[in-house]
């Protein structure tokens, strides 16, 4: 149908009327065209609106449902606070900035510079402190009378407990005024240094709130200085006093006041320089404000001296106060200052800071945004962007996670054992058993008024030990323990100490805890926790750990502290579960042998490897599986509880050691033998320098040659080399000096660079190319390319599946070598001293190989140099050259073959020629010859006598060349 508009005789009509009607169809058409635009738009924007509208219902009910689920997760700990409590004092631009030790006489030197353990530094500093005030201030009134360390017959106090404090303060500025500021690795946590082998550092005290309980105190630095967490919430900071003491060392007067604030309990009431030191702190000012804190942290220190020495203490004041006709001063009060600290109500959590606050109010900005009409447009993408935000944290609601920063405060890791709902919460203990341990050590003392758990711990050892001696005397096959001294014979390694018979200290602790829990009482303390109770106030719990985050990482510490809970090990970071031991031995009581095999367990280092009753164990463990849960439970703790009690308790068990290991000749069980096997020894085979490294310009000849001189010589060693046999073997002395006097008699040794390549790979280079015409020809870089070489080649081959099941298994143990080698994890201090964990990954094979052309570390990993080489390298290179390496180590016995020192310690192949190393730890290498007869004793076999040659112009010529000389290399 032809509509009107479109009727040629209807266009340009001047008619009037026309006219009209002309404009009025004009109107339909723009109304027509008006109503089809916005019927477009308003299908869109109805489409918006019912998006943004449904988006914002789906954005509520989804928050609404988050929060119902947040409910369900049981966190009762949402509401801890925490705070780190910074130094009192660092001295500006200090970092990294050592000052030695300072020692004002001759007396200081003698009582600091060669101690070796911290109670025989304060055994000393003792007397020292007492004939010091004595003799330069006279005013003090100290003289040596015995009343001073009488108690009060009731309530056991000293009444003269001030003086006696006195001295203890005096004793404590003594030693931090003539030690000295040393640093860690990282260069900035700086330690307070007393000689080369002493040193403690501030305590770095964090505390966390929380709800309706009162704060848990944790210490990030632990040593014999460190305070009760409750008696001294703040820790210690001697680094301060020290610092502090050397601003003062052009302030004399200030000096002056704080010497005499330290001493005013030995001081008359009226003296003129006291009211005066009191006055000064009063004052505002710098100085007037360091005087004070001196003082306050060096009577906390003193405090808590006399705490952790208190016995030690009180037997040099009963020898050094002997005198019964002289009356001490009279007690008075000590013109008392307490450090003050910033309450919890101050402290934030995370998600209280104003970056947090802005997110929060951004994000209900953009909701409302999302329900104003004048917002539709953008309704329906906020909200989506918002529940893509929300689904993350759903994700993390149904595993068991939450985005929470409340809760990134506190994560508790599991307990190795669950209390079960039959576990009781009360068990009666054995307190006869306890009094008799306790009496063991100390008859003198009722376990109803034992104040600290120390002399109970010491009798259980001694009656732990005396039990163990009698049934390995009495059933000797059955289980070995004796007195023998050699159980604390310790062995060096590359990087540090250990005990060789440490297994076997570790049983005796152990059976010594299990006796201990079996004895105590369980039951609830007043906030409903359970412990286990020695007597009515001694008790000991779960460690209850705790993380605390620090920078972007975290540390552990333990809401409960008590003398069973380790001590920053950050190796035992779900602490210790004695009330969970309690618990497991109830249960194991009601089983068929189940304490019994317990028992055997917890000894099982002292039994005989193919006993009867450790294969009747086997049978539980592999058929009985809940007896068999139980035991391994019991046993792991009780492991644990082990060694934190040896830790804990380490110089105390130390003495105790020494006391009743006595025996000379006994010898403890070792069931694993350290070293090499007469076996082994017998089975020798040639050293064939004849590694694959086809890719490489190798001077394989210079291996050969270096080969030919060694073979005649070393295949009949003990027929060319020097007549001075060694009639016994021996332990070689810590220090490298030493070592070398004694090794001397049989070896040469040389300690180099070749070439910037570090001790170890310039001994490599040395010994390899010993029988090089120049220095040029010595090439470590080519050692370190060998290597590299051989690590491709086996992932190269493992890449395309054609490598074997011996050589998949060597490149799985330098994976695991070098993770090993690589790995950083260490705490630091950040610029305001918080303790930081610095964690950096492992190195990967690829990584290591780059490091090795190159001498490049990868990017954001731990820095390896040429000089941080040892264990790793020392298996690569056996590996690779296919040359046995043996290894003396400074502080480690050496073995005798034929009258010839030998090292122990060896890797790769047992060949007739042998490359020996001598180890001081810190990674420092000696590479040694042994000595042989000149070669003019010895007539025909060219070989040889070219061998004694070389030995006499290559080895004796160098011997005992040190760093930063040249090698000679024979014309």
């Known amino acids: 149908m032809q509509r009107i508009e479109d009727i040629p005789q209807f266009i340009g009509y001047e008619d009037r009327a026309n006219n009209q009607y002309c404009l009025d169809i004009q109107n339909v058409r723009i109304l027509r065209t008006a109503i089809e635009i916005l019927g477009f738009f308003g299908l869109l924007f109805f489409n918006i609106v019912t998006l943004g509208a449904f988006t914002c219902v789906g954005c509520y009910l989804q928050e609404k449902k988050i929060e119902e689920l947040k409910s369900k997760i049981k966190n009762p700990d949402r509401e801890i606070k925490y705070k780190w409590i910074p130094p009192v004092f660092i001295k500006p631009g200090s970092s990294g900035n050592p000052i030695p030790c300072k020692y004002s006489d001759d007396i200081a030197r003698k009582v600091m510079e060669n101690k070796t353990e911290m109670p025989e530094l304060i055994k000393a500093s003792f007397s020292w402190a007492f004939d010091d005030i004595r003799t330069r201030k006279k005013e003090a009134v100290l003289n040596h009378g015995e009343q001073i360390y009488f108690t009060g017959k009731d309530d056991g106090k000293f009444p003269f407990k001030n003086n006696m404090d006195a001295v203890h303060h005096w004793m404590v500025y003594l030693l931090i005024k003539n030690a000295g500021i040393d640093f860690g690795c990282d260069g900035v946590t700086p330690v307070l240094s007393f000689n080369d082998k002493i040193k403690i550092g501030n305590s770095v005290a964090c505390h966390v709130e929380k709800k309706n309980s009162d704060p848990h105190v944790f210490f990030l630095h632990h040593d014999s200085w460190s305070p009760d967490p409750k008696k001294i919430p703040a820790g210690i900071d001697p680094v301060s006093v020290k610092y502090i003491l050397e601003e003062f060392s052009n302030n004399p007067m200030a000096l002056s006041h704080l010497e005499n604030l330290l001493l005013q309990a030995l001081l008359p009431l009226n003296n003129a320089h006291l009211t005066a030191a009191e006055q000064y702190i009063e004052q505002k000012g710098e100085d007037n404000k360091k005087v004070k804190n001196a003082y306050i942290l060096i009577t906390e220190m003193g405090k808590t001296i006399g705490q952790n020495f208190s016995e030690l203490l009180l037997d040099e004041w009963k020898n050094i106060a002997n005198n019964p006709s002289e009356i001490p001063v009279k007690p008075k009060k000590a013109y008392g200052l307490k450090r003050k600290i910033t309450n919890f109500s101050a402290i934030k959590n995370p998600e209280d800071t104003w970056v947090a606050k802005i997110k929060k109010k951004a994000l209900n900005i953009l909701k409302m945004i999302g329900l104003v009409a004048a917002g539709f447009c953008t309704l329906g993408f906020v909200p989506l962007y918002y529940l893509s935000i929300r689904k993350k944290e759903m994700n993390k609601i149904k595993t068991g996670q939450t985005n929470d920063s409340a809760q990134k405060i506190k994560i508790f890791p599991d307990y190795k054992y669950t209390k079960a709902k039959n576990d009781p919460e009360a068990v009666k203990g054995n307190q006869a058993e306890l009094e008799k341990y306790l009496k063991t050590f100390a008859p003198d003392t009722n376990l109803s008024s034992l104040k600290t758990l120390d002399p109970l711990m010491k009798g259980a050892f001694i009656e732990t030990f005396d039990e163990l001696v009698r049934i390995g005397k009495e059933a000797p096959g059955d289980l070995v323990f004796n007195a023998g001294a050699k159980i604390l014979e310790q062995r060096q390694v590359l990087t540090g100490w250990e005990y060789t018979y440490a297994e076997n200290r570790k049983a005796l602790y152990q059976l010594m805890a299990y006796k201990l829990i079996y004895n105590a009482v369980l039951k609830t303390d007043s906030e409903g926790e359970s412990r286990l109770y020695f007597n009515d106030t001694l008790s000991v719990g779960n460690s209850s750990p705790c993380n605390i985050p620090i920078s972007s990482s975290s540390v552990t510490f333990f809401r409960n502290s008590d003398d069973w809970t380790p001590k920053n090990d950050m190796t035992m970071r779900l602490g210790v579960e004695p009330v969970h031991v309690k618990w497991i031995l109830e249960k194991l009581k009601n089983t068929h042998r189940g304490i019994e095999e317990l028992e055997i367990l917890l000894v099982s280092p002292l039994i005989p490897k193919d006993h009867i009753s450790l294969k009747n164990i086997q049978y539980t463990l592999s058929e009985l599986p809940e007896e068999s849960k139980l035991l391994i439970s019991a046993y792991e703790l009780l492991s644990d509880l082990a060694v934190t009690i040896g830790k804990n308790y380490e110089n105390e068990f130390y003495s105790l050691w020494e006391k009743k290991a006595n025996d000379k000749i006994a010898e403890p069980l070792l069931k694993e033998e350290i070293g090499i096997s007469p076996d082994s020894l017998k089975k020798e085979v040639d050293w064939t320098p004849s590694v694959i490294l086809e ?26 080399r020097v007549n001075k046999n060694i009639s016994s073997q021996g332990t070689l002395p810590k220090t490298h ?39 040029g020809d010595m090439e470590p870089d080519k050692i370190r390319e060998a290597l590299a ?67 490049k570390s990868p990017s954001k990993k731990q820095e390896r140099h040429r000089y941080d080489m040892g264990e790793l390298e020392l298996l690569l290179f056996s590996k690779v050259f296919k040359i046995g390496i043996h290894v003396f180590t400074t502080g480690e016995d050496f073995r005798l073959d034929q009258g010839l020192m030998m090292p122990k310690k060896t890797y790769g192949p047992n060949t007739k020629e042998k490359m020996i190393l001598l180890n001081h730890p810190g990674f420092s290498f000696f590479v040694l010859m042994p000595k042989l007869r000149p070669p003019e004793s010895f007539q025909g076999e060219e070989n040889i006598i070219s061998a004694l040659k070389h030995n006499s112009d290559f080895w004796k010529k160098n011997n005992g060349i040190e760093w930063g000389h040249s090698l000679i290399i024979p014309a």
């Open 695 to 720: 890719v490489i310009d190798y001077p394989i000849l210079e291996l050969v040659k270096t080969q030919t001189l060694l073979a005649p010589v070393w295949h009949d060693i003990h027929k060319y």
């Open 737 to 775: 000096e030493k070592s070398l006097e004694i090794l001397s008699a049989q070896y040469y040794w040389v300690h180099v660079e070749i070439k910037n390549s570090g001790c170890l790979f310039s001994a490599f280079s040395i010994y390899l190319f010993q029988a090089a015409e120049k220095y």
């Open 789 to 855: 070489v051989y690590l491709e080649k086996l992932c190269l081959l493992k890449s395309d599946h054609q490598i074997s099941e011996a050589d998949s298994d060597t490149l799985d143990l330098f994976r695991i070598e070098i993770e090993q080698s690589t790995l950083y994890k260490k705490f630091e201090a950040d610029q305001n001293l918080r303790p930081v964990l610095k964690e950096k990954p492992a190195w990967t094979i690829q990584e290591y190989i780059h490091w090795l052309k190159t001498e």
